[in-house]
């Protein structure tokens, strides 16, 4: 529960995550990769929409927070979920985004919301 009696799952403290960490959680079978750039703590589903490859391992420049699935080469803003490549360098928008999670910051810790968009975590 967070401090409004949601539910959520706590997953880090913010200051465990550096600048520029991509760090994945497993909740309830639901893979969660937490990025942090430019001090903002992002979530993100790390599924390529194209073939379902787990891109958390993929190239990521923590700068811009574009990641790059390592199987067909679609390159996703992490921040927002938008692709801005294709698969095979075809135009983002052929490619669905990623699925973003809601979390919250509360007490330092990262708490990811059991209620998302979709359904219940
Ligand atoms: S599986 Fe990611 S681009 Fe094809």
Redesign the pocket.
């Known amino acids: 529960m967070n401090e409004a009696g949601r539910p959520s799952f706590s997953l880090c403290r913010t200051s465990e995550l550096q600048e520029g960490e991509r760090r994945k959680f497993v909740v309830n079978g639901n893979e969660v990769l937490l990025v942090k750039i430019d001090g903002e703590i992002f979530a993100v589903e790390p599924m390529?929409?194209?073939?379902?490859?787990d891109?958390s391992r993929?190239k990521f420049d923590p700068v811009s927070g574009i990641i790059e699935?390592?199987?067909?080469?679609?390159r996703f803003d992490i921040r927002t979920g938008i692709p801005l490549v294709?698969?095979?360098g075809a135009d983002g928008d052929t490619?669905p985004p990623l699925r973003l999670y809601k979390i919250r910051i509360e007490n330092d810790h990262v708490h990811l919301e059991a209620n998302q968009e979709w359904g219940v975590i």
Not at 48 to 53: E, F, L, N, P, S
Not at 69 to 74: E, I, N, Y
């Open positions: 390529c929409t194209h073939d379902g490859t891109i993929g699935c390592q199987k067909h080469f679609a294709g698969p095979f490619q």
